[in-house]
């Protein structure tokens, strides 16, 4: 007999994490179902095998259609940039905390015993953690609607695993970078936009002093955590292992400075841009870098990709998009 393929659904699987993650799990034989509603994610990117639903992530119907008759869910869709939360207050509140339960409630409903969910919470729950490296156990503090509405999906992910047996990890996802990232967009991460602009020849501008410490980590890295999460909870499911919640840090366990950030890109580059400071971006989070020995001991697993490495992919992608453009 044929052996049925492992049907995943990816919600924001158009998005930049959810298109890597959805061609690596292709090319690992899985079967993918995605729900994107493409309010910032392209459909182009997204590999032809996999099976597109548009629609809402917070609307019940259109998740429980999803995911009917799938083996697994990673859930992505949200709402990803902290300053258009902050902009979009109530409707970045919808997306990101109801979407989130409306996803486990779905996963808790659609079998008996309920599909596993992995899901991306964000180091952005920490805050202003006093104690560096940040671990699993750091009380949680977040400054921004975002990061409060990450933290308000964990509560409730511990809540559909303790009453509803919903199995579920939360990835506390650092900032994660590389190749696909919207380079554009005033939301986009820092890598994305200062490679984009430096790779060009034009200036940058740093928000505040550039002291502020950010812990990158390579796309490709985060979806090796994605597929092994979701891989241990699948397997606890087969051997009939009670359900459960967990939280666990997705970083490397380096703090870069902005500042390194952009003279590295700006050496890599070669550009002779200038590298201006504004002001300080409002709610924005000083030193942020994670204790990635959780990741190592659950998932077996290290962020590998060196960042010198990962910038020097993500220039290339973005020089060959603009090479591309120019010729057509
Ligand atoms: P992204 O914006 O590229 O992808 C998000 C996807 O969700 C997009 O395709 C978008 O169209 C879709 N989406 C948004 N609202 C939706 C809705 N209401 N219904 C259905 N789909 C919707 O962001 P990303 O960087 O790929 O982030 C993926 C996940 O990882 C998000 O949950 C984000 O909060 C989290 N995260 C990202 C980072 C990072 O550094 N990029 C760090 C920590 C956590
Ligand atoms: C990022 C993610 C968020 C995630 C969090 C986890 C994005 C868009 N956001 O938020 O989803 O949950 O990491 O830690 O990927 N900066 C400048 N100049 C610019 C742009 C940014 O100086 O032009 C600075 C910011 O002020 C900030 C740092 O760079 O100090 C990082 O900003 P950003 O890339 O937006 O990420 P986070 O806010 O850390």
């Known amino acids: 007999m044929e052996e049925r393929s492992n049907t995943i659904l990816v919600t924001g ?3 930049f994490i959810g298109t890597h ?17 493409l309010s910032s994610g392209k459909a182009a990117g997204v590999p032809e095998s996999a099976d597109l639903i ?5 609307d019940p119907e259109a998740v429980a259609d999803a995911m009917a008759g799938v083996d697994g869910v990673i859930h992505l869709a ?6 258009l939360c902050n902009r979009a207050w109530v409707r970045s509140h919808r997306t990101n905390l109801t ?8 996963a808790r409903d659609a079998a008996r015993p309920a599909i596993p969910v992995v899901w991306a919470s964000s180091a952005a729950i920490y805050g202003a953690a ?7 156990r750091t009380v949680p503090s977040p400054m921004s609607p975002y990061g409060a509405d990450k933290l308000g999906g964990e509560q409730h992910g511990l809540a559909a695993a303790d009453i509803f047996g919903v199995a579920n990890t939360a990835l506390r996802f650092f900032n994660v970078y590389g190749p696909g990232q919207d380079p554009h967009s005033p939301y986009s991460g820092v890598i994305s936009i200062f490679a984009e602009r430096l790779g060009s020849g034009q200036d940058v501008t740093i928000n505040g002093d550039g002291q502020q410490t950010r812990d990158f980590v390579y796309v490709g890295d985060v979806v090796r955590a994605l597929m092994a999460s979701l891989d241990r909870l699948q397997r606890r499911r087969r051997l009939d292992q009670p359900a459960g919640f967990d939280a666990i840090n997705v970083c ?29 971006r409002e709610g924005d989070i000083r030193d942020s870098v994670g204790d990635a020995a959780r990741m190592q001991r659950l998932l077996g697993i290290r962020a590998e990709t060196r960042l010198e490495e990962g910038l020097t992919r993500l220039l290339d992608a973005q020089g060959e998009t603009r090479r591309l453009a120019t010729a057509g």
């Open 78 to 83: 949200a709402i990803a940039s902290v300053e």
């Open 99 to 106: 979407g989130t339960l409306t996803v486990m409630e779905a």
């Open 54 to 58: 548009v629609g809402d992530v917070a």
């Open 21 to 37: 993650l959805c061609h690596a799990m292709i090319n690992a034989g899985q079967k993918v179902r995605i729900l994107d509603d």
């Open 130 to 136: 006093r104690t560096l490296p940040i671990n699993e």
């Open 13 to 15: 699987g158009c998005g």
């Open 252 to 280: 490397t366990g380096h703090a870069v400075t902005v500042t390194a950030l952009a003279e590295t890109l700006r050496d890599l580059t070669g550009s002779t841009a200038t590298i201006a400071y504004g002001p300080p």
